[in-house]
């Protein structure tokens, strides 16, 4: 009796959907804007995969039907990660306290 | 090269620090410190990965000269977008995800040996199942960006489009997919996976196109939530936990915030996802043409309304946004202030064209977040202050949905500006808002109406403080 690894990540899926829900919930509502940016570029961590593919090509051709979606999908994710991080950086940079600015 | 326990223990940990990024995200304070641990998280994930390549063939390279032109993008539009245009640019995002997983899909179907999945034509029936949900999911949340980006860039129209048999139609292509995967197991074709693909672009398309402009919230969230569900199931077929992680996380997030957002406005997610309803074009309920006598003031009245109040509450809604009006908004709080007079800013929870839109933007202009407060923690204080400056929200001020049953927003949670002893409504014209119906507060007493552009009031208010 074995049991299937599929069913391992299958437990770390239920079990990190439960994570989300508790740690979203704490999410103060002034910050959802920049929950959504963040969610936004941490989902493109599918980069991974992006990565693998792109490396399908054998040494002589780089290039080949399967690394080309691979490399395109490089580029997307690379928008999104750098773009979303930044983007989020940038708003909260923007959130202060009172006090803390009177000009 | 590392071995694949230990490529598995450092895709946990990126994981891991995904999660702590979210965590951040409970203060404004612990915040931009959670963002830090969502990049090394990053950076890890994608650091091992490249370590567990064995053969740096020249292939290596372009991953470089791709990333770095992908991120360039990135930063670039990250430093140049305008806050007010943080809706667009958050659906825009998330059709990179949905489009990135169908590519990693697809790649994955035509060499699935690279990914230890089996050979072509012969792939492990678990993987293909799951590189059809991500494809399939990623391609609807790809198309359904897209327009939701049209109509909010305002390059699409805002209002809803709908045909008869839209419902039955979308439910035929849904199960058309399911359908099309059933036989893409059975036999593996590459035909039934690229009408999969196919099909899924159209379903994102036209479930989106029926939803109004007012109902972006919902929409942007729950496309928030299927990029998620996308990268678990690539996640899954990669067999990589990070992914797996990051999906459930980012999944479950957005559903979240399609909950609340569904809340805020008292309707089913069922009843939004249908549509019809939200747009601008509405016939308005059982026609009241008849007109009723509003006070029309100044930005005099205004200012000396104000000058003389001891507490004012700013109520900011989607109109601030359009005319730009946050930071004109900040200056006058500050003359206010200056006055003596006590200012705090309530956003109700579907203000705006996405979760915290409104806040962004007042943080933009330096207003600091512990003057800004939800609707559960402020809505008392309306019956104590003397003044309510209503600027570009509508509906979410409309006694109306505590009043009467018939309306289409009765039980809606609205801010309870009617009870502060004066209103100041700062809008361009009578005309009813994106729910398309009548504002009774228009009528009330103790409103003034500011007929102007939000931003040109609030400046000409400014000079009359």
Known sequence: ?103 | MISANLLAIFYLISGILFILALRGLSSPETSRQGNLFGIIGMAIAITVTFLSIDNFSSGFLYVILFLLVGGSIGAFIAFKIPMTAMPELVAGFHSLVGLAAVFVAISAFISPEVFNLGTSGNIKLASLIEMSIGAAVGAITFSGSIIAFLKLRGIMSGSPITFPGQHMLNLLILISIIVLTYFLCLNQSPNFFWSVIAISFLVGFLLIIPIGGADMPVVISMLNSYSGWAAAGIGFTLENTALIITGALVGSSGAILSYIMCKGMNRSFFNVILGGFGGTDQTSSKTSKEQKPVKNGNADDAAFLMKNASSVIIVPGYGMAVAQAQHALREMVDSLKKNGVKVSYAIHPVAGRMPGHMNVLLAEANVPYDEVFELEEINNDFANCDVAYVIGANDVTNPVAKTDPQSPIFGMPVLDVEKSKSVLFVKRSLSPGYAGIDNDLFYRDNTLMLFADAKKMTEDIIKNL
């Open chain 1, 1 to 103: 009796m074995e049991i299937d690894p599929f069913i391992f990540r299958l437990s770390i899926f239920i079990l990190s959907i439960f994570v989300g829900y508790y740690v979203v919930w704490s999410v103060t509502p002034s910050l959802h804007t920049p929950l959504m940016s963040v969610t936004n570029a941490i989902s493109s961590v599918i980069i991974v995969g992006a990565i693998i593919a792109s490396l399908a090509g054998s040494s002589l051709s780089v290039f080949n039907q399967s690394s080309i979606f691979g490399f395109l999908a490089i580029v997307l994710a690379a928008i999104n990660i750098f773009g979303g991080f930044l983007v989020t950086q940038r708003m909260l940079a923007m959130y202060k306290k009172k006090k803390k600015d009177k000009k």
